[in-house]
């Protein structure tokens, strides 16, 4: 992570990231193709991580659902600027939108002819709570993680609700 930080991936060479991580070309290669894939998978395994955090089937984006996750992308705070840089972006946003539409309406995706709508009205969720968390970070984590997990919580509650009510 602190050599991707460092660097644009494009700009990482296998040898300089074995290298540094002392490990054998061969052993990389085992895992993963290149570079962009490692990144990939480090990302999705941080959205996993995020969404794990999420018990249950229907459960609702909580402000406390919310505090862990800000706990989870504090801690991996270069992970998470990487993951929001122009480069992954939008990996990431589709990759969150994805799941997002799956676990929370995949019911109603599936019975109505409602999905562009839908589909768009998570994006704009995804993309502002994002957007949130990104600039919470940049202002060095304040205010307080408790405030942040509650405007997120309340504002996607607000969104849904005025989508869900119209």
Do not use: Q
């Amino acid at each position: 992570i602190d050599i991707i930080s460092e660097k644009k991936s494009a700009k990482i060479s296998v040898s300089e990231l074995i290298k540094r991580c002392d490990i054998n070309r061969g052993t990389f290669y085992n895992h993963y193709a290149s570079i962009d894939e490692l990144i990939k998978v480090m990302c999705f395994r941080f959205i996993s991580e995020c969404f794990s955090k999420i018990k249950g089937d229907k459960a609702a984006i909580t402000t406390e659902v919310l505090i862990d996750v800000l706990n989870y992308v504090k801690k991996n705070r270069k992970l998470f600027e990487l993951m929001v840089s122009d480069e992954y972006r939008l990996t990431t946003i589709n990759s969150i939108v994805n799941f997002v539409s799956k676990k929370y309406f995949g019911e109603i995706l599936a019975s109505t002819s409602i999905d562009n709508e839908l589909k768009t009205m998570v994006v704009f969720m995804v993309n502002g709570s994002i957007a949130v968390v990104y600039e919470w970070c940049k202002n060095g984590y304040r205010p307080d993680l408790e405030l942040v997990a509650e405007k997120i919580a309340r504002l996607n509650h607000s969104v849904a609700n005025n989508y869900f009510n119209n």
